[in-house]
DNA sequence: GTCTATACTTGGATAGAC
DNA sequence: GTCTATCCAAGTATAGAC
């Protein structure tokens, strides 16, 4: 899809004044989202926040949605960058659960994924909208599909349990804790539930269904 | 708190006109809020839905927030003495496994949740709403609470897994997984989990974790 | 209790000066 | 590329006729 932004120096966005414009409205419409949600991110607010003016949303992105469809893609590929770096030295379910929940806790704390929840959210209110926003989190499903896959895949779980069901709900999870975090402050229980989870996951390892031979190199993911 | 709306005959709502318009509106900003979302639920848009004038929302409610919160009361109210009758039969966690699972994807199929949803996520843009939606959203959680506690208290299962962290992470997915089959239609990656769970219930409850007398009252649930 | 009409505010979006 | 000024649509809320 071609940038709706005006045309910059050399595609791919380089360092110039456009870009660093940009980037301060990107910032400030995630920062945005955060505090007040998909119904307070208007350009005006935005804009506010950036410093800048509001008709400069209109040029660099053509609309408000664009704007925080930008914003989505940029915390979308923060954090995934940092799973994927995180997640590599994952070689048993229970190291899964480990990194895993120790990333999560980050991004309760600092707030993340309200950028994403409030996207999904609000994406029911703008037509056309709600397929963009599901285009930008299949990503996140993929990711933890093929996290699990690399982990149980060659264990007897991996029947009981198929990696892409464990996928969808650990997304599921993961956006409703942060729904609930959001809501009350709470950040406390989530956090408690991932050290709980830290603290199963070894148990539920041995209880017979770990790796056969823990030293097989783990099945390509498909 | 005393009602916003004008004074009825008789407190308590009887089944004159003015509750009749209330009960309209009431079920119109629920079918906005499911289709719209939060950022979409106006007065124009519910009155419009509710075939009446937009001026009623505010002469009954005095504010769209209001209106708002009354029809997350609704559901809320409707959706927790379904799930009390439906859980009184559960004895065991397979079994409440399967009530909630039944229960849950009716939920799903409806759109029930949406409300919370979205009512959480909106909450962020307007002042005051977070504490009034938070609040409403706590006898889910302690319903949770107790429904798990009744039937896994006096299991070895609950020193491992405290029924509070229990519900939270239960809630949290439920409305994780309402989030993502609002967004992209997909209610079947819901319902194919609940399956899953309704079929390795029953294996975890053999694993030498269930009840040590089953025939024992469950535990009082503080 | 319900409607029409209206005041006021906020927000999306564009035009044009700089 | 950024700003000011402005237009227009939509929203909240109130006043007053019926």
Redesign the pocket.
Known sequence: MARSG?S?RLAGGGA???A??RKLLVDAAIETLRAEGFAGA????IAARAG?????V???FG??ASLLLAALDAVSAARLARYGAAVERAASPAELVEVAAAIFAEDIEAGHVTVLVEMIAGAASTPGLGAEVAARIAPWRDFARKAIDSVVGRTPLASLLPSGELAHGAVALYLGLELLSHLDGDRAAALSLFERAKQVAPLVEVLGLAPSSPDDPPQEAK
């Open positions: 005006p910059s110039g004044r456009s660093e414009t208007s350009a005006r607010a800048c003016n509001q008709a400069l209109f040029y660099h609309s408000v």
